[in-house]
């Protein structure tokens, strides 16, 4: 069983960059496609960057210029840089992971959920 713990949320100004981190306890972590989400209050979790273990990407639309996943499998960690932070990227943000290869955008396809980490972009 997976477990996930995400950093480096916090308060950040308009055009700034932040970088999350998710460190995992999965030891075949590198079978392990790992992806980030967002929800901000009163919005449904929204898809913001996978990375499966073939190191292949996907990104949701509103990052996917502003945004880079990478992953290191030796320290079963995936980080999540993102620039340019705007107010409409305040929102919690999550990672999570799931067991394949498969980049899903669906917050049902992953199996195993950090606690979130929160995310506040002022203007």
């Known amino acids: 069983q997976m477990r996930v713990i995400e950093s480096g949320g916090g308060l950040v100004q308009a055009g700034a960059s ?15 496609t790992m992806g980030w989400f967002r929800q901000a209050p009163g919005k449904e979790r929204e898809f913001v960057a996978a990375l499966n273990p073939g190191s292949v990407t996907k990104y949701g639309n509103s990052v996917k210029t502003r ?21 409409e990227d305040t929102a919690v943000y999550y990672c999570a992971g799931h067991l394949g290869w498969g980049l899903s955008t669906s917050a049902a396809d992953y199996a195993y959920w950090g606690q979130g980490t929160q995310v506040t972009v002022s203007s």
């Open 67 to 87: 945004s880079t996943i990478f992953r290191d499998d030796n320290k079963n960690m995936v980080t999540l840089h993102m620039n340019d932070l705007k107010p």
């Open 18 to 32: 932040l970088r999350l981190s998710c460190a995992a306890s999965e030891g075949s972590f590198s079978d392990y």
